[in-house]
């Protein structure tokens, strides 16, 4: 029990909402930094860094594939050995007693779904997974990470600081020689992870099956997220548009604060879980 968490005024008006009825939640990066998983911006919404590779810088130069892949090569272990925390845990409690009508991410590191929860409508993706742009077959990124550490041995052991989505900061010098993956089915270079990339839409049938589940829901919950993405953002505003509830479990600055009916500034890690236990209970 957690006995020493003191719920805010605000918590316990979501408690009572969720009482009445289960809510759609969207979630994002801030729910998977207690799990070691870098966020792209801190608590006012700013990016960390310089900006990620665009989808069209990645299609249209070998080079810069072959450095994605490089930085992919040693940041993307640590997303592979990540594990659930305790906020990923509670919202697969609470949707196992009908407390949650259903749950976008815009994560892209598979940890709703190793927590237990199912039916995730994964907004940006999955890093697990790789595809094909030219014919289109779809690989395990596990098995394009073996093939890269037999192909490019001399990056064994090389330190870099780690950056969000599987990326990491690598010195320019290690990219000569870098050996880049290619398709086993037609022999492609254009082997790209499987999520949105900055400039990249996102796919029809995840946009549609989102926008469904807003049509749907009778309130959203925010967890996590600052929504600076216009794909989560637009979900926020369809809702409000709707007249109904729109509550946010996150720290710092949000794009759809003005928006919000209610807002909780505490860690979703401790949030959550208070809330499953309450609701175990209700």
């Not at 009825?21 to 792209?40: D, F, H």
């Not at 990016?47 to 590779?53: D, I, S, Y």
């Not at 259903?102 to 892209?108: D, K, M």
């Not at 600055?253 to 401790?270: F, G, S, V, Y």
Request: proline fraction near 6%.
């Amino acid at each position: 029990m957690l006995h020493d968490f003191d719920p805010p005024a605000a918590l316990l008006e979501l408690c009572e909402l969720m009482v009445r009825q289960p809510l759609l939640v969207l979630t994002g990066a801030g729910i998977s930094t207690p799990s070691g998983i870098p966020a792209y911006r801190d608590k006012e919404g700013v990016r960390h860094g310089r900006a990620p590779m665009t989808y069209q810088e990645f299609t249209g130069s070998a080079a810069a594939r072959r450095r994605y892949w490089a930085r992919s090569m040693i940041g993307w272990p640590k997303v592979y050995q990540a594990r659930p925390n305790a906020a990923h845990r509670a919202l697969a409690r609470l949707a196992a007693g009908r407390r949650i009508a259903g749950l976008i991410t815009q994560n892209v590191d598979g940890l709703h779904q190793q927590a237990g929860s199912e039916e995730v409508i994964e907004l940006h993706g999955n890093l697990h997974r790789v595809r094909c742009l030219d014919c289109g077959k779809r690989l395990w990124r596990s098995e394009i990470q073996a093939e890269l550490e037999a192909e490019n041995a001399y990056l064994q052991g090389v330190e870099a600081v780690l950056a969000p989505d599987g990326d990491a900061r690598l010195a320019e010098a290690y990219l000569e020689g870098f050996r880049i993956p290619w398709c086993p089915c037609c022999g492609s270079d254009l082997l790209k992870p499987d999520v949105v990339f900055y400039g990249e839409g996102v796919p029809a049938e995840q946009t549609e099956a989102a926008s469904s589940s807003i049509e749907r829901a009778p309130a959203l919950l925010v967890v996590g997220s600052t929504v600076m993405t216009y794909s989560s953002y637009r979900l926020c505003r369809s809702i409000a548009e709707r007249g109904k509830p729109l509550a946010a479990i996150n720290q710092g600055a949000m794009r759809a604060e003005a928006l919000l009916n209610l807002k909780i500034e505490r860690p979703c890690e401790q949030v959550l879980p208070w809330l499953a236990e309450r609701l175990g209970s209700a």
